[in-house]
């Protein structure tokens, strides 16, 4: 089991920008992939960012340049670092934990975080 805590979303301007944090507790260092999903209203979620325990990382080409996923040294936390936020960014961000043992995939998520970009 994989717990996760989701922090830092919030109000920013147009151009501003913001870093998402997510911290795993339990069963951390199984988890294989660490990712960001977002949802904005009426839209389906959508991959934002995502980051292997090789290091491979994965980005939406519309963020491409402008956010960084990572994660710390002790590999239990990671962010999200968004800049140049546009109006359209704006949604709920929620972080992703992906474990992989012999009983299978397994998905735990973040309680979600709203992001809201101001013109």
């Known amino acids: 089991q994989v717990q996760l805590v989701e922090s830092g979303g919030g109000l920013v301007q147009a151009g501003g920008s913001l870093r998402l944090s997510c911290t795993a507790s339990g069963n951390f260092l199984s988890i294989d992939t660490k990712g960001w999903y977002r949802q904005a209203p009426g839209m389906q979620r959508e991959l934002v960012a995502a980051i292997t325990s090789g290091g491979a990382v994965r980005y939406a080409d519309s963020v491409l340049g402008r956010f960084t996923i990572s994660r710390d040294a002790a590999d239990n936390t990671f962010f999200l670092q968004m800049n140049s936020l546009r109006r359209e960014n704006r949604a709920v961000y929620s972080c992703?934990?992906?474990?992989?043992?012999?009983?299978?995939?397994?998905?735990?998520w973040g309680q979600g975080t709203k992001v809201t970009v101001s013109s």
């Open positions: 992703l934990a992906r474990t992989l043992s012999p009983l299978g995939a397994f998905e735990y």
